[in-house]
């Protein structure tokens, strides 16, 4: 798989978003979610999605720390600013010491918690992008990864080809629980550049968003090759 990232377009964007009053942040995580949507091969089995950690300032002025996440009902190979919600960061990191959350109270408190009321929802595995500490996170059901998730012996087939630089993760349905698990994994191998969810897809993160995305490319690659060989 190609890595599309290009500096120019990525300057281009960030430059062209700031004249809407749209931040660096914002706009370079619509070009790497943009780039992510339009290959096929990552979003063909049901999609992904992508976030950022930023600031963000409500409707009185004050600045909140937030989590931009992928909305409900957006593609990601055509996002605009607003299919990327601003979530209150304090309340999610705050949701991670709960014993449970039902699927309802989780949409609840996301809602609660916007930036902007008329926002979309935020996606279903927001707490999940949220619980890992990188600023840029990217999710995707890449077909090569699937190709290797989705077989019985799915755990030392996932060690055999990924090594140590990506944790596994069990499969357990997206929602609060699967957040709560897949942030154990992480803090118990913080070296780690990504997560391998069974029967599922792949995670990637970094400092910034070019980081995480040439990590998703990369790991993708590493599968695709597997796969032919």
């Known amino acids: 798989m190609k890595n599309l990232w290009n ?16 931040g660096g942040d914002l706009a370079l995580r619509v070009y790497t979610t943009r780039l ?10 049901g999609g992904g999605n992508t976030s950022c950690k930023t600031k963000a300032t409500d409707l009185l002025g004050d600045e909140w720390d937030v989590l931009c996440v992928k909305g409900s009902g957006w593609d990601m190979a055509v996002i605009e600013p607003q299919g990327l919600p601003a979530v209150k960061m304090g309340a999610l990191l705050k949701a991670r010491a709960l014993d449970k959350l039902s ?17 979309p929802n935020p ?22 990864i699937l190709a290797i998730v989705d077989q019985e ?25 699967l957040a709560k698990v897949a942030a154990e994994v992480f803090d118990a191998d913080p070296s780690v550049e990504g997560l391998i969810l069974d ?3 792949i995670f990637t993160f970094g400092d910034d968003a070019r980081q995480a995305y040439d990590r998703m490319i990369h790991y993708v690659n590493v599968a695709e090759e597997y796969v032919a060989r």
């Open 7 to 22: 500096d120019a377009d990525a300057e281009k964007m960030v430059a062209d978003y700031a004249r809407k009053g749209v």
């Open 153 to 177: 012996d799915s755990k030392p087939l996932i060690k055999t080809v990924f090594g140590d630089r990506l944790g596994y993760v069990p499969y357990i349905k997206p929602g609060f629980d």
């Open 199 to 201: 029967k599922h897809g």
């Open 123 to 144: 996606s279903v595995e927001t707490l999940l992008h949220a619980f890992l500490p990188h600023k840029f996170v990217d999710h995707t059901h890449s077909t090569a």
């Open 103 to 119: 699927d309802e109270d989780m949409v609840a408190l996301q809602r609660s918690n916007l930036i902007n009321p008329s926002s």
């Open 36 to 45: 992510l949507g339009g290959e096929p091969r990552l979003v063909l089995h």
